[in-house]
């Protein structure tokens, strides 16, 4: 027998696809600014920005077939660690990502349990900030 899920609120379902567009969107627009001003670095960023999107976003697809909870957390936070990594080399490749942590500031309260979502929060937002001063934006 199938355990039954409380029903969803389309509340909830418009935010999670909103910051899913918001999060593609502002991976294009990092994309698609390397491309028009191009650098040594062009390449680079197209190919972490295209891992970020097509093999760490299919590992969050597939961590629901998981269904022991405390392995799906596990799996979660691991996930969220390896796209927090991703997202710290594309800043250092290029000031543009560091508006993908926007999106990430919810991944981050939501995936995460107290005090270490907001924690994360405040050291991605330090770290935007000092990546953008060193990028001299």
């Known amino acids: 027998m199938r355990p039954t ?3 969803v609120s389309p509340v909830v379902v418009g935010l999670q696809v909103g910051l899913q567009a918001l999060f593609a969107g502002l991976l294009l ?3 698609v600014s390397a ?3 191009p650098s040594a670095a062009t390449w680079w960023i197209v190919a972490v920005a295209a891992v970020m999107a097509v093999i ?3 590992a969050s697809i597939l961590s629901h077939a998981v269904t ?4 799906r957390q596990g799996w979660r936070v691991v996930w969220l660690g390896v796209l927090t990594v991703e997202w710290l080399l594309l800043v250092w490749l290029t000031p543009f990502a560091a508006y993908l942590v926007f999106p990430l500031f919810f991944l981050y309260l939501d995936q995460l349990r107290d005090p270490w979502g ?11 900030i000092v990546a953008l001063g060193a990028h001299g934006s």
Request: proline share 11%; net charge positive.
């Open 68 to 71: 022991e909870q405390r392995r």
């Open 5 to 7: 899920h409380p029903p």
């Open 35 to 37: 491309i028009v001003s």
């Open 118 to 128: 907001p924690l994360a929060v405040g050291v991605t937002a330090a770290g935007s």
């Open 29 to 31: 627009f990092t994309v």
């Open 56 to 58: 760490t976003y299919l």
